[in-house]
């Protein structure tokens, strides 16, 4: 297969699909846990880590299984329909979202492993998979194995993952990423936040763990797209996402969940009492009425436009093409505005809910909290991700964030 990556878009054909006719019924699904999700937010912050009655419940309607290509056993659904998903399901706990975004990002990139990783890691079906990237570890020849030592942060969903993959330096000096049982690890609980608190995202730890040497990938093999290690006969659509578009297209449905669930619960309590003002109800206000309506529109236009990045994600896969450094660019941009604009909607409600949304009790708080940290991962970094526009609108090469980044 050839693919003229000079053409123009509007040139170019539909070379695969998504198995996208399944969109509505897993959006449907994630919509019938809310009242889960709802009943365990508060355990899980406690406890942090998702309860085994939501890893149960969300691994049997398939959600855990989505951004998989069907030779694996996946859904091979769309960015878009995964950031569906992704809001519905923070509407009910956002740290369950979070982890739901984690667990397919993770499956997507152990899709793109050489083939005898891949033998190993699908023998049972799709498993859990963590895969912290803030560390590096050092890998030492051992005979036909190596012995590794390190440690690695923000393990999102480690705690009850199968699997968990990890940057490492080869005795080479060379990037590599080994791929072990989460048997063979320790956690260090170090995930102490205050928000997010229920993604577990604590510090995988190893300790002269043997690694085969057939565990071991080259991050020069499997960080480009379409992967140098999947064969070109089987190749499918999401071969050729790029990491951070796809990555930032499900987290943004994360908050895009918060800030929908936040309008929702601060519209339910309008015909609550204003104390200290001649209106009866806060929907007497004029002023309510508008703030609210500013609010709302500014979450509907961040819907919209997460929505039309993934369209752009989307198609771009479809037609077997690998986004450009200019589109990606875009994108990073635009995910900063989305950004803003939630951040101002979730502000402005919070004003309309008083002091009363801020009891450890309310679902307002939680979602302010878990957007608030959700919204600084550093794939949403605003300052970077307009410098970097600037400097690309502005023709000034290099541009501050490497092609593979973006």
Not at 87 to 100: D, I, M, N, Q
Not at 163 to 176: I, K
Not at 294 to 310: F, G, K, L, N, P
Request: proline residues 4%.
């Amino acid at each position: 297969m050839s693919i003229d990556q000079d053409a123009r878009p509007a040139e170019r054909t539909q070379l695969f699909s998504f198995q996208d006719e399944l969109a509505d019924e897993l959006i449907a699904k994630a919509k019938s846990v809310r009242a889960l999700l709802e009943s365990k937010a508060a355990e899980h912050e406690q406890n942090s880590e998702l309860s085994p009655d939501v890893i149960d419940k969300l691994t049997e309607i398939g959600v855990f299984s989505m951004a998989g290509p069907r030779r694996v056993g996946g859904l091979a659904q769309s960015s878009r329909s995964m950031a569906r998903v992704a809001a519905e399901l923070a509407k009910g706990c956002p740290s369950t979202a979070w982890v739901y975004t984690i667990y397919n990002s993770c499956l997507w990139f152990a899709s793109k492993l050489p083939a005898a990783i891949q033998e190993q890691i699908f023998a049972d079906g799709i498993p859990l998979i963590c895969s912290p990237q803030n560390g590096i570890g050092h890998l030492v020849a051992d005979g036909d194995s190596y012995r590794l030592t390190g440690r690695w942060s923000y393990a999102t969903g480690s705690h009850h993952a199968a699997w968990t993959m990890v940057p490492a330096l080869s005795p080479e000096q060379l990037p590599v990423l080994a791929v072990m049982p989460m048997s063979d690890v320790t956690l260090d609980y170090t995930w102490q936040v205050s928000g997010m608190k229920g993604t577990g995202s604590d510090t995988v730890v190893a300790n002269d763990v043997a690694v085969p040497v057939g565990m071991i990938a080259a991050f020069s093999d499997i960080a480009v797209a379409p992967p140098a290690t999947v064969d070109e006969a089987i190749r499918v659509a999401s071969d050729y996402w790029v990491n951070y578009p796809i990555l930032r297209a499900k987290a943004l449905g994360v908050l895009l969940g918060c800030a929908e669930g936040l309008l929702e619960v601060i519209a339910a309590k309008s015909a609550g009492p204003i104390i200290y003002s001649s209106y009866a109800h806060k929907s007497d206000s004029a002023a309510y009425h508008a703030s609210i309506g500013e609010a709302a529109t500014q979450i509907q236009a961040a819907r919209r436009m997460v929505e039309d990045s993934c369209a752009r994600i989307d198609t771009a896969a479809l037609q077997g093409r690998v986004q450009s450094v200019e589109e990606r660019t875009e994108a990073r941009g635009e995910g900063a505005l989305v950004i803003r604009l939630l951040h101002d909607a979730i502000e402005r409600l919070l004003d309309l809910g008083g002091s009363s949304g801020f009891a450890t009790t309310a679902a307002a708080q939680r979602y302010w909290r878990d957007f608030s940290i959700g919204s600084r991962h550093v794939i949403f970094n605003a300052q970077i991700s307009y410098e970097q526009a600037g400097r690309h609108l502005l023709g000034i090469e290099p541009g501050v964030v490497e092609p593979d980044m973006l």
